[in-house]
């Protein structure tokens, strides 16, 4: 579950409702959830694959180019989910793919399209087997000068799911961007990259309530940590590590006059593992969920 995930949760603290939930089916859990496919070429590769063309913008540590695809598995994390955020806790998902849609030219700027599929198992039956599986469309857009990654992606910061019933209308960086690239990869300084947009949510047809609209406002602070050499499926890579501390706030349009902002749980921890040309090989984010690439085709 992205940022936007956690304030669809959130707001509905205060502006309570039944959620939709969107189950597809009940079915015992196939095995390619649990096993990931690697190819010939990967299995010849201990060193892990990597990608030849050049992606958008000359992002190295991104490859954005048209078909090219990371898959994630769930893997337990050392540490343990903070109680504070317990009552938030997402149903975190097994598995995530993310598909390179497009690669276009607009205004001045590229605009990559990704298609981003998750599958998660609410069923509390270790017999059983109920799979909420999720597709959305996320964007990055980027230039010599930004790489902004749009918020419900699971590149933005590790959060996998997008966000239900909420959609943002507006979003502004008035300081920095998301990755802040030099030579298309992370340099060693840090920097802060500035939010502040605009949500309406829509209710469940024929449900009756009235669901408010409001800003949202999120301070994301990055910081290059020390490489760390990483053991995937896919292969062995050294990679980047950035540590991601989030603070933020939501702020709704037609709160009573005495309502304060809702703040974000303090010390919101994110950190993403990236390799140039290859990608995300690894998140931990701050529900303890971690990801780790387990298959990658790339151009």
């Known amino acids: 579950m ?25 079915v015992v859990l ?6 990931p496919s690697v190819t010939l070429a990967q ?15 000359g ?17 337990a994390s050392d540490a343990p989910p903070r109680d504070d955020l317990q009552k938030l806790m997402p149903s975190q ?9 497009s690669v276009e030219p607009k205004n001045g700027d590229t605009v990559v399209t990704l298609e981003e599929k998750s599958v998660a198992d609410l069923s509390k039956d270790p017999k059983k087997h109920i799979l909420d599986e999720r597709t959305i469309t996320s964007t990055i857009t980027c230039n010599a000068k930004k790489f902004e990654i749009s918020p419900d992606s699971f590149f933005f910061a590790g959060e996998p799911g997008g966000s239900f019933e909420l959609t943002f209308d507006k979003i502004e960086r008035p300081k920095d961007t998301t990755w802040k690239l030099i030579g298309g ?16 949510r829509t209710a469940i047809a024929g449900s009756g309530t009235n669901l408010d609209s409001g800003k949202l406002e999120l ?25 991601l501390v989030t603070t933020g706030r939501v702020t709704l349009d037609h709160a009573q006059p005495d309502t304060k902002p809702m703040d974000l749980p303090a010390n919101w921890l994110n950190q ?27 151009k």
Not at 190 to 200: G, K, N, P, Y
Not at 219 to 243: D, H, M, S, W
Not at 278 to 291: D, I, R, W
Request: aromatic share 10%.
């Open 59 to 75: 992002a190295r540590i991104l490859p954005l180019v048209e078909g090219n695809q990371w898959t994630y598995e769930f893997v």
């Open 219 to 243: 301070e994301r602070q990055f910081t290059p940590a020390q490489p760390e050499r990483l053991n995937t499926k896919v292969g062995i890579y050294t990679a980047e590590r950035l540590v």
């Open 272 to 298: 993403l593992w990236l390799v140039p040309n290859v990608g995300v090989v690894q998140v931990l984010n701050a529900f303890s969920h971690k990801y780790m690439l387990t298959d990658v085709q790339l």
């Open 93 to 101: 998902p097994m598995k995530v793919v993310v598909l390179v849609k």
């Open 185 to 200: 990869t992370i340099g060693e300084g840090t920097w802060r990259e500035d939010i502040v947009a605009h949500f309406t």
């Open 2 to 26: 992205s940022v936007a995930g956690f304030l669809g949760l959130y707001v509905r603290a205060v502006v309570p409702y039944e959620p939709r939930v969107r189950i597809l089916s009940t």
């Open 30 to 35: 196939p095995l390619i959830l649990l096993v």
């Open 43 to 57: 299995k010849k590769s201990p060193n892990g694959p990597v990608g030849k063309a050049t992606g958008a913008c």
